[in-house]
């Protein structure tokens, strides 16, 4: 199966969330549900969501690290979107921490 035909099934929210969940990693899954619940989104919701963002926005690097993992994985498409989500919750969580308003002020 080619790259882009794993990415076009991963976008489909029913897709995503049996594929998370066959990764095997409750780690994973937990992560997901508490950054998909602080958007008020369902665990599928999200983990599609993560592979259109990630489609979107990654960059060079992203997409390196991510074709690097591919060829290493017995499983392509859990590879693939194991590695997406990693992005995107890296991403969703360095946004929903607080600011800290006194530090801005020092600046």
Request: proline content about 2%; aromatic content about 4%.
């Amino acid at each position: 199966m080619l790259l882009g035909q794993v990415i076009g099934q991963l976008a489909g929210e029913d897709v995503a969330a049996e594929a998370l969940l066959g990764i095997g990693n409750l780690a994973l899954v937990v992560e997901v549900d508490a950054v998909a619940d602080t958007f008020g989104e369902t665990r599928a919701i999200y983990a599609a969501g993560a592979v259109r963002r990630y489609v979107q926005q990654a960059g060079d690097d992203d997409w390196l690290a991510l074709m690097t993992a591919l060829e290493r994985a017995e499983d392509p498409a859990s590879a693939c979107l194991e590695k997406m989500l990693g992005w995107s919750l890296r991403r969703d969580k360095a946004m929903a921490r607080p600011v800290d308003l006194r530090r801005l002020e020092r600046a």
